[in-house]
């Protein structure tokens, strides 16, 4: 960035500024103060070598500022205190990127990366590639627009094509030059890709300050990250302590709007080098050039160890084509670009004490055990508690109350406990007794020789009636306004539901005494009881919690049926005979309706008004666009929630699937999809979408 001539200079000017010993004339002397400011902030944010005390530079800050106040006319749109925007941001306008805001293919194992070499050896034509390896930030990405050497724009993803304008917010960023020589290089107009992130150190000093303070603590650095990014007031920005590294071109054209892609920026390395000149944070020192399938392994594991001391979080390593002539000739998904790909690392670990086990019932009467852990910090939040799914496998994996134990957890899955480590033992450990009775009623417990699980039988139990109550509510059952999981807890512990049926019979009189209880409130529940009478027939269905039923095996079933009686005079073979329902289900749901207990429910239910008929108007499938079809959603998707993208397929007469298979007819991507997309390659009937062309689909 600075020659070492300039850097001579700079510390010179510097000293002279800070002993007020220069003859400048005004305007002179804020030039000379912007230049060794921005030099002391390169110094500081970029390369993290700092040569004056935070003392001096605050006196310099302070002099350009004084003179700024009493000279605005001397006041440059890059100033380094032009950073933080005065005004609130109400509302961030959307704005299209330069160049679409692609993602990156995911692997998982090295031979991810021989497979990945061969294809770029098939579609360049050679075997003679060069490929540039560096992290993977683990942050939020951001775009920057430069013109004309100046910042213009920042914003965020967005779907890729559209993202939010972020600029004031990205200026607060002190490692964003407001300014970069762009023109150096021929540039005119430059869009740049990079990540912001919260560096390790900072993100653990911020949230010991929070904490300090009474306030709550932040989950993980990459949605803070992109949460800060996304704060209305600049000034909060930037005492988030946020940093942003750039390590992609997208778009690049000289002053007469000619492309200088692959003409005269001509490689990734070269373009990394050029950002590092213009004063960006980039992975220049990270970043090696590899010669083979074999190099790039090598370096990866290398990394693999490095990246646990490395001050950023990273989530793996990016292998990218080194030459963008050959970028070119590999192309691009409507997903990712076809001359990079992403390899993630292994699940994180880490270990913590086993301290107790509760015992959880749910709504079918099925008890979990749920290991309290001593709280751990893994792959960016907090474990301290973790299903361990039922007595076998506290057995199988050996566990013990007071175990050191290993607990993984891959990406966004949830975490587990790999096992434990007996080691580390001292003889105090434990022993894990599995209740034989029911933790809530005490009845005993029942296990059916070929099932896991132990479970409660008694269908008055209180902690399933509180389960089965709060299922019953709930937004993909009844969907009752005003009836929450809390309002559900203290009913029960009033004795007001001692059942299901009891939700319409309230003594809303004596709720309106309670604490909490307003007029409004009451009646908001009230109204909201009412409505759910109103309910289609699948709705029922699923609140009734029948074991193995959910949202889309109601509403194959409340297509066959009358009412909800017809069910109780069907066989496990007639239930089997209906399209979607496999033996298990229909065994589960045959049990169900000879339940009597289940048919007086019912009864009661329809008595109060409660909907038990499948009505012409409630046809589910709105349209049949998808009739037939087969759906998975797989990545984090952007555009909408999987219960909406579930809701889209179902209304359309689609159907979702969970896993691919040769019956599945569409994948659609959200970002860093992963294993299901690899499998889904191997399936070529298999169309893969994008969230736009599947919304596209369904418009
Ligand atoms: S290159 C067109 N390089 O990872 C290709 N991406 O999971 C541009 N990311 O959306 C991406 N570090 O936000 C690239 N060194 C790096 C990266 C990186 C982090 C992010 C990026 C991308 C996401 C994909």
Redesign the pocket.
């Known amino acids: 960035m600075y020659s070492k001539e300039q850097v001579a200079e700079l510390n010179q000017l510097s000293e002279q500024l800070l002993k007020s010993e220069s003859s400048f004339s005004e305007e002179e002397r804020a030039i000379a103060l912007r230049k060794v400011i921005n030099y002391h902030d390169w110094r500081y944010y970029v390369l993290s070598e700092p040569v004056i005390t935070d003392f001096d530079y605050d006196y310099l800050f302070k002099q350009l500022k004084e003179l700024e106040a009493q000279h605005p006319n001397l006041v440059t749109e890059d100033s380094p205190t032009q950073r933080v925007a005065r005004a609130l941001t109400n509302e961030f306008e959307s704005v299209s990127h330069l160049a679409s ?4 293919e ?1 692997s998982y194992n090295l031979e991810d990366i021989e497979e990945f070499h061969k294809r770029v050896t098939g579609l360049t034509n050679t075997t003679e590639i060069e490929y540039c390896v ?9 775009a920057l627009v430069y013109e004309n050497d100046m910042l213009v724009r920042a914003a965020t ?1 967005g779907d890729g094509t559209v993202g939010e304008d972020i600029t004031n917010n990205a200026k607060a960023i002190p490692s964003i030059p407001l300014s970069a020589p762009f023109s150096k290089f021929g540039i005119y107009k430059v869009e740049l ?3 912001v992130i919260i560096t390790k150190e900072i993100f653990e000093k911020k949230n010991a300050e929070r904490i300090a303070k009474g306030e709550k603590g932040f989950q993980n650095s990459r949605n803070t990250a992109s949460g800060s990014l996304r704060m209305k007031d600049p000034n909060e920005v930037a005492q988030r302590g946020l940093e942003a ?1 750039l ?2 071109v ?1 778009f690049a054209e000289d002053a007469n709007g000619k492309n200088l892609i692959a003409e005269k920026l001509l490689s990734h390395y070269s373009v990394i080098e050029m950002l590092y000149n213009c004063g960006f944070k980039t ?1 220049l020192k990270e970043l090696k050039v590899c010669h083979s399938a074999k190099e790039v392994d090598d370096f990866i594991n290398t990394w693999d160890a490095k990246r646990l001391i490395f001050n950023i979080e ?5 292998v ?1 084509v080194n030459s963008l002539k050959m970028q070119q000739q590999c192309g ?1 998904t409507s997903h ?2 076809r001359w ?1 790909i ?1 390899y993630k690392f292994a699940a994180k670990q880490a270990q913590s004490k086993l301290l107790k086990v509760e015992f959880q019932v749910g709504r079918t009467g099925a008890v979990t055990p749920v290991a309290k852990i001593e709280p751990v910090p893994l792959a960016g939040v907090t474990i301290s508690s973790i299903s361990l799914h039922n007595e076998e496998f506290i057995l199988e994996k050996n566990l013990l109350l007071g175990d050191t134990v290993i607990v993984e957890r891959a990406g966004e899955v949830i975490p587990y406990i790999v096992g434990s480590i007996p080691d580390l033992r001292n003889g105090s450990e434990i022993k894990i007794d599995f209740p034989r009775n029911c933790p809530s009623c005490n009845s005993p417990l029942v296990k059916p020789e070929e099932e896991a699980v132990w479970r409660c039988d008694n269908v008055d139990c209180p902690a399933q009636t509180e389960e089965r109550a709060i299922h019953f509510v709930s937004k993909d059952a009844m969907d009752i306004d005003g009836c929450g999981s809390s309002t559900i807890i203290e009913f029960i512990q009033r004795g007001f539901i001692k059942n299901i049926e009891d939700l319409y019979r309230l003594p809303y009189d004596e709720i309106l005494k309670l604490e909490g209880w307003k007029e409004k409130s009451v009646s908001n529940l009230k109204a909201g009881i009412e409505d759910s009478k109103n309910r289609p027939l699948w709705r029922l269905l699923n609140a009734l919690g029948i074991r193995h039923v959910g949202v889309t095996t109601s509403k194959d079933l409340a297509q066959h049926i009358q009412t909800i009686f017809d069910l109780e005079k069907m066989s496990v073979e007639d239930l089997t005979n209906i399209e979607g329902i496999g033996p298990k289900v229909a065994q589960s749901i045959f049990e169900f309706f000879q339940n009597e207990s289940n048919i007086h429910l019912l009864n009661e239910l329809k008595n109060f008004g409660v909907n038990t008929a499948n009505r012409p108007e409630d046809s589910i499938s709105k349209n049949n666009k998808l009739e037939g079809k087969t759906f998975l959603f797989t990545g984090s998707l952007q555009q909408f929630t999987r219960d909406r993208a579930k809701q889209l397929v179902e209304e359309n007469g689609g159907k979702l699937l969970s896993g691919v298979s040769a019956n599945l007819n569409y994948l659609v991507l959200g ?2 999809a992963g294993s299901k997309l690899a499998k889904a390659k191997k399936i070529p009937s298999i169309v893969v979408l994008t969230e736009e062309e599947f919304l596209k689909m369904v418009e």
Not at 101 to 104: F, I, K, T, Y
Not at 134 to 142: H, L, N, T, V, Y
Not at 314 to 318: A, E, L, P, Q, R
Request: negative net charge.
């Open positions: 805001m692609l993602s990156l995911n560096e992290p993977k930030f683990d942050g939020a990405s951001i993803r890709r990079g990540e590294i390590y992609h997208s992975p990273t989530d793996g390593m990016v990218k691009s990712h670009p990079a992403a970002e860093d």
